[in-house]
């Protein structure tokens, strides 16, 4: 017997690689030449990890883009550079 049931009319969710606009990474590819963000309470770990998702989802899509993060009082500061 089968235990796996055939549906259709399911629609299909977003990929997670299409939602551009959300959370840390989609701020970073929004982000102009000289724009800057602050992470509260974050790490320059968090931020390193944040730019190279953000810098790989740009290369995907045929851009190319360089930040600086910085660590400053009470968090972390990102600037796009380049």
Known sequence: ????????????PIARRDQKGTGLKGCLLKMN??????????????ASGAIGNAKKQIRLDGGDANYSARTVEGGVRIWRVA
């Open 1 to 12: 017997m089968n235990k796996y049931v055939i549906e259709t009319n399911i629609p299909m």
């Open 33 to 46: 030449v000289g724009d800057s963000v602050f992470l509260p309470g974050k790490t320059m770990h968090y």
